[in-house]
């Protein structure tokens, strides 16, 4: 017996060999660092179009002639189709190779933000963001799982990072950029540039990224089998619940620095890029802590979310400090290569499926986020409310995170008395 089929012999590990194997087995034809900037591409397209949307939202409603919380719908719309494409699609394709899966879940996403520039009503609008939606997280589950199978093992959050930093990146460059393209030349340019950024990346992947063939053994019944792990739904509890708080605050954050902050619409683009730049960091940081103290740094990521959250209900009153709270609630972020990386841990066989239902649990953080902070304001609670909510929403996720670590100590517990049962006998 080799010493890989030793390690086998235990759960624990199981993730971690496979890793070695593809990482053994997979080459990149032009390194591991350029396959990994061109799925970084497909997290800079999708991050564009999720957040691009939030900074639209104003010119929408004018356009199809509703008020802003109800235009929020289309937000909420586009995290549900997440949440129902990415299990759907991970396990409808369990066997699909990764590069061709990669390229068609991005054609769908860029023609889902075509048909988003097309739509003419309110109904159409929200129907092109459902559909925009549906390869979000299936594309992200696989997208970081191959990245994971180009490196060594003790790197992976970082690989997963660095598939995530391009969601952050759009953050400062394409957000503000699409945003500001949106008020200029109209709503609907910002989804065709989205569409733009998705062709392009369909033509990066196929270049650079190397043909990496569905695990063997793979099938619909063994990605299913993810649901029967108590910690797999302990960990999406985490991420749908105390991610929530983030996109209660983004979904709302141009009426609040125009109406509250008192900047005009043309500051909204910069300050959007603030909050890119602290998602950077907080990226780095989450993938590099979490390499090195997983448990700590999901901790950490959540009181950090509660205290800025609950923070912006005050800064906002003031530019300048809402430019600061901005920077640090993009911070809020290095929690998704942690989560991710748990889920790596506690999945088992049934990585696909957990990886893309991290970013269902994450869409469906935002869809619970932006209807709750919706709401908050509906109730006249006003436009800073939605910082108060993150804050409850954070807590409630250190609550299931808690529940989990109290789980697996019991399971641990458990299974050493069991060993110690067998060694007396």
Known sequence: MTAAECRLSDPADLAAVE????AASTAAPYGSALAQLALAVGGFAIGTGEFAAMGILPSVATAVDVSIPEAGHMISAYALGVVVGAPAITVA???APRRGLLIGLMMVFGIGNLLSALASSYAGVVAARFIAGLPHGAYFGVAMLAAAALVPPRKRAQAVANVLLGLS???????PLATWLGQVFGWRTTFLVVAALAALTAVLVRVFTPEIPAPEGASARRELGALRRPQVWLTLGVAAIGFGGMFAVYSYVTPTLTEV???SLSM??????LLGLGMIAGNIAGGWLSDRALK???VGALVWNGVVLAAFVFTSAASWSAAINLFLIGGCIAMGPALQTRLMDVAGDAQTLAAALNHSAFNLANALGAWLGGAAIALGL???????VGAMLAAAGGVVLFASFRLEAADRLRTQSEAIGRTAR
């Open 19 to 22: 890793a070695e194997l593809a």
């Open 268 to 273: 909204v683009p910069p300050m959007l890029a």
């Open 93 to 95: 394709l369990a066997r």
């Open 382 to 388: 006003g436009w800073t409310s939605p910082g108060a």
């Open 261 to 263: 902050s008192g900047l």
């Open 169 to 175: 990146v759009a953050n400062v460059v394409g957000v």
């Open 296 to 298: 700590a740094t999901l």
